[in-house]
């Protein structure tokens, strides 16, 4: 390069410098603020992914008034968080920069301090860095050092990784606090935060008064939440890292969401949809009278339901009949008649013992003590024993819960729920048994009556047929002999719903004891309906115990289903049902044990010995099983469903968006299944970061491109087999497309796995072939999801 050539290049830097400081301090695209560079109104600068901005905003067009916040890319209105809630800046003369002693510093035109970071153990060597979680933190650069977060300090808004704290040593909190108007970000009224004394529990204040209640965290959900027990779990998390210090948060998911309190006091799910361009409500709390704190008063409930929606606890009268006429509950109730343990220690006078009134699908009062029992029956055994005890409680997960304090915030849902067990006097109890009678007794001589006319109906049939066996339901005896392994199915399209009399029942002594009583050493995993223990029988036969939890959200529908399709369904390659329990309100399904693990556990363990011997021809031998084993009804074309239930990764879209199932859903599972089988991948966990696709995108692509044998588990792979292999996946794609009538049957992938048809049809894409990848997404892609499908929320299994 020549010397004019040099000065030339010189000059034209010189004046794009000169053009540009003046202006923002910088030029180049920045998640960072340091002491050099100053960001001015209206300058903004980004998260590294460009979800997040930093910048000036005036929340209401009609004033000049400008704050400093953290908003979103793609709704630059959407503002997550606010440095200068309480001091506007008239105009747009603010500018923010990093200060002499280390803080971040928002002047005015005047060059007045209008906020700043305040942290007086600064650092001279400081920066301020937005990042991609929303989070502006200033960072020690010598070693790298936290300082100050805006996590610690949120305004309005609760996003995953943004911890909601409580230190119950020091009674310090981070909570969020609303906009005291839709327009003006000053602290309004109402915080939401964590309440970690006792059992923790997420509570929206009203000033100092509690306007909304979670009800208690045990460990999966919230349970004073309704659509916790049936839609899929956030995985929230409330953890304690620090001695003393709880906090609740929520992993990063594949949507921008956000939770916002705003100003007239209620916390908001939204989910953004880029399609519309909309942010979705898809949750709010509170939905409606009921759930807004307290509002039946002492010993009142709530039930959204009736009319007047507050009513008295059985054996309790409304304090001021006057008022709670009028619709005035905040009074609430008072007891009729009292206890005998206050009888006891008042006048010593002997009596009948008190007893426990069961309510059912209870939202369980505040106030919660926890007890060390786990049972139900331990529970009530510890509050008998203690006269301040007037009400326990029993959760799977939480244990034994106690209430000694005035019975607040109690509400009665429909289907869901914990079962509360308050305190009465014996004649209270009583009245409600000479109640209950009273609508018991015709109900059960019709149901007398009805299974009379059973027994005469079956025992006619058993005559006809010759059948010599009781029709008793058979209890399960040692020794009792099971249907062989089999290479084919039994599946019988016409056969009714199952009947508990056809297979054997476990009584639930004979599960307590082969499990240890359901001891957690004997656990072998849990899942979304409920933990899977390893027991032995008395004759020493190994099984595998499935308990279902109440909090599930599985109930008697779903239970006979599965009992219903696996107990028709003898398949070499199926863990066989050997039985269920149904007594005492537990639903449970006995399954064989399978030392050397599931399938799944073969292909994805990679630690796993046999892993190594599943080569190809076995998987293949494997896939032509699976493809035999038809799960759908054959009479059955088309039906809708309003409870989706399965396993994420494997559901067709239109039966997870829409409900809609039909044998093509089950060619879609098959089709994913082969993928996996072929990879050695588990779609569910898979994510190709370079590509940002997932197991279905990532097959689709490298089919495309002619490029297959890259997509196939490299322990597997042999050249001889290569051929076979790709067919392989070139058939999984035709099961996994987004129509169902683009899907072939199942007979006609048999054929094309065993080349009676040889040549294929060309796939269309998957459309679950992406997954979200911040990295990817610039302010005109963000989406609720990819492929912009409608998002339903569904429970799956």
């Known amino acids: 390069m020549s010397n004019s050539q040099i000065l030339k290049l010189f000059v034209l830097q010189s004046l794009f410098t000169l053009l540009c400081l003046p202006r923002l301090g910088f030029c180049a695209e920045t998640d960072t603020i340091t002491r050099n560079l100053v960001l ?84 001279v060597n400081a920066s301020a860095q937005l990042l991609s979680t929303g989070n502006l933190v200033l960072l020690d650069k010598s070693s790298r050092r936290t300082l100050w977060e805006s996590f610690e300090h949120p305004s309005n808004t609760f996003l995953p990784h943004l911890r909601l704290v409580h230190n119950i040593n020091t009674g310090n ?39 909304w209640r979670s009800g208690p965290w045990n460990g999966q959900i919230l349970i004073g939440v309704q659509d916790m027990y049936s839609v899929y779990n956030d995985e929230f998390t409330v953890g304690n890292d620090l001695p003393g210090t709880y906090y609740f948060t929520a992993p990063e998911g594949k949507f921008l969401m956000r939770f916002t309190l705003n100003s007239a006091g209620s916390l908001v799910q939204t989910l953004w949809n880029d399609k519309i ?28 339901l009736s009319s007047p929606i507050c009513s008295c606890l059985s054996g309790f009268e409304p304090k001021n009949s006057e008022e709670w006429g009028r619709g005035n509950w905040a009074g609430g109730c008072i007891r009729r008649k009292p206890l005998l343990c206050d009888r006891n220690n008042n006048t010593s006078s002997g009596g009948k013992e008190d007893g426990f009134l069961r309510l059912r699908f209870m939202k369980v009062p505040d106030f919660a003590e926890q007890g060390p029992s786990r049972t139900v029956e331990e529970c009530r ?61 015709p109900i059960v001589a019709g149901l007398v009556a009805i299974l009379i006319c059973i027994f005469i109906y079956r025992w006619l049939m058993a005559r006809r047929k010759g059948a010599k066996g009781k029709v008793d339901a058979k209890l399960y005896e040692a020794g009792q002999t099971y249907p062989s392994d089999s290479a084919e199915v039994v599946l019988q399209d016409d056969m009714d719903k199952v009947n508990l009399e056809e297979m054997p029942l476990f009584t639930f002594e004979t599960l307590a004891i082969a499990t240890d009583q359901f001891h957690d050493d004997n656990m072998l995993g849990k899942g979304g309906f409920g933990p899977v223990y390893k027991g032995k029988l008395a004759d020493g036969q190994e099984i595998a115990v499935k308990r279902l939890s109440a909090a599930s959200g599985q109930g008697m529908e779903e239970f006979l289903n599965e009992v219903d399709v696996i107990s028709k369904l003898q398949h070499r390659n199926l863990v066989k049902l050997l039985g269920c329990c149904v007594e005492k309100e537990e639903k449970i399904l006995v399954y064989e044990y399978m030392p050397n693990k599931s399938l799944d556990v073969l292909l994805f363990d990679p630690s796993h010995p046999s892993q190594k011997i599943l080569d190809w021809k076995k998987r293949f031998s494997i896939v032509e099983d699976f493809g035999m084993a038809r799960i759908f009804g054959g009479h059955q074309d088309q039906a809708n469903t309003g409870r989706v239930v399965g396993t994420y990764g494997y559901m067709a879209p239109e039966y997870a968006m829409e409900g809609r199932f039909s044998e093509k859903s089950d060619v879609y599972s098959f089709g994913v299944l082969l993928l996996e089988i072929v990879s050695g991948k588990k779609n569910t966990n898979f994510y190709n970061h370079e590509w940002s696709l997932s197991l279905l995108g990532c097959a689709w692509k490298l089919w495309n491109e002619d490029n297959g044998s890259a997509f196939i588990d490299e322990t597997i792979y042999k050249v001889e087999f290569q051929g076979e292999m790709v067919r392989c996946i070139h058939i999984a794609l035709l099961c996994v497309q987004e129509f169902p009538n683009n899907r072939p049957t199942i007979s006609t992938i048999l054929a094309m796995l065993s080349r009676e048809i040889v040549n294929l049809p060309v796939p269309e894409q998957p459309v679950f072939a992406e997954k979200w990848n911040r990295s990817h997404v610039t302010s005109s892609q963000m989406g609720v999801s990819i492929n912009n499908v409608t998002l339903t929320t569904l429970g799956g299994r």
Not at 177 to 197: I, M, R, Y
Not at 278 to 290: K, L, R, V
Not at 390 to 399: L, M, P, S, V
Not at 427 to 435: A, Q
């Open 173 to 211: 909190k981070v909570v969020l606090s609303s906009w005291k108007t839709p327009t003006d970000p000053e602290v309004g009224n109402f915080s939401v935060g964590l309440q970690a004394l006792n059992i923790p529990q997420i509570y929206t204040w009203n000033g100092n008064r509690p306007h």
């Open 277 to 304: 361009k909309h942010w979705d409500e898809t949750w709010s709390a509170p939905q409606q009278e009921c759930d807004v704190y307290g509002t039946c008063g002492p010993f009142g409930s709530c039930n959204a």
């Open 40 to 123: 001015k109104d209206p300058d903004t600068i980004s998260s590294r992914d460009n979800v997040f901005k930093l910048g000036f905003f005036s929340p209401d067009n009609a004033t000049k008034n400008r704050y400093l916040g953290v908003f979103y890319s793609v709704s630059e209105s959407t503002v997550i968080w606010v440095a200068n809630r309480d001091k506007p800046i008239p105009g747009s003369s603010g500018s923010i920069t990093i200060s002499r002693d280390g803080n971040i510093v928002l002047t005015n035109g005047e060059s007045e301090i209008v906020w700043s970071s305040n942290v007086t153990t600064s650092s």
């Open 381 to 441: 055994s510890l509050c008998s024993l203690n006269c301040s005890c007037i009400a326990y409680a029993h959760d799977t997960y939480i244990g034994c819960m106690f209430w000694s304090q005035e019975l607040i915030d109690i509400q009665q849902f429909s289907d869901v729920g914990v079962d509360l067990y308050i305190r009465l006097a014996s004649s209270e109890l009583d009245g409600h048994k000479d109640k209950m009678l009273i609508i018991i007794i």
